[in-house]
């Protein structure tokens, strides 16, 4: 009696261990979590007017953001995106045209001229891999003269071979009044509401930060 208690024993053990073993077989490699962090990207906008053949283009290279990025089997995700463009970097080509966009576009009741921020909690893009280009859709909350309206891109994401850098196109529409912003016009020529959106900017992948003890704790 006790060898055959023995022998189920161990057939017991066995279907664990065989079962516990299939589990990790399957689950397979586990997504790897890195910092994503985005600096002097560009970013450009070109708006139609009353005029025909006169369209306002303006450009910045001082975009930043910064985002944690996964990398799993079919493809990335990234969370906790968050991206800024100081408005005063903006540029037209016109240094009037810049100081009255700053003024009517971008400074609040209050004078203030925050800068343009997006947020975005989670994006995902299957399919992205290493030495390939995959369509992405952005979406999230973006602030103009701080006000928040959704705002969404189609993004076209390229991760390089190695796989640590991305570079990232995309486009986009949004409309001032949305952010409560009246349509420029100067010596009779106005803008159009819809402003067309372009922004193109490379991140690498970095290591997360390191969470520290409190220096506070306990005497």
Same mark, same amino acid.
């Not at 985002?67 to 463009?85: D, K, M, P, V, Y």
């Not at 992405?136 to 701080?146: A, D, Q």
């Not at 991305?166 to 986009?172: A, C, E, K, L, T």
């Not at 009246?182 to 193109?200: A, F, M, N, W, Y």
């Given at each position: 009696?006790?060898?055959? @208690? ?9 279907a ?8 990790? @077989? ?15 990207g ?12 006169? /369209? ?58 925050? /800068? ?7 994006i ?18 973006l ?77």
């Amino acid at each position: 009696m006790k060898r055959q @208690a023995c022998i189920c024993l161990t057939a017991i053990l066995t279907a664990i261990v065989l079962g516990v073993s299939s589990v990790h @077989a399957q689950s397979g490699p586990q997504p790897t979590t890195q910092m994503l962090v985005v600096e002097n990207g560009l970013a450009s906008f070109s708006v139609a007017t009353t005029v025909p053949v006169i /369209d306002v283009n303006g450009k910045s290279t001082a975009l930043q953001a910064h985002a944690q990025i996964s990398r799993g089997g079919n493809g990335i995700t990234i969370e906790h995106i968050e991206a800024t463009l100081p408005v005063r970097t903006i540029k037209t080509g016109m240094a009037m045209r810049d100081n009255h966009m700053a003024e009517y576009i971008f400074t609040t009741a209050k004078g203030e001229v925050p /800068d343009m921020r997006f947020v975005s909690e989670r994006i995902d893009c299957p399919g992205v891999a290493p030495g390939h280009e995959t369509a992405c859709s952005i979406s999230g909350m973006l602030s103009i003269r701080g006000v928040l309206h959704a705002f969404s891109l189609s993004a076209k994401v390229r991760q390089d071979a190695g796989g640590a850098s991305y570079r990232v196109i995309g486009d986009g529409i949004i409309k001032l009044s949305d952010y409560g912003i009246e349509r420029p016009t100067q010596l009779g020529v106005s803008t159009s509401d819809e402003v067309k959106i372009h922004l193109e900017f490379s991140g690498k992948e970095g290591a997360l930060p390191t969470m520290t003890a409190s220096s506070g704790g306990s005497k």
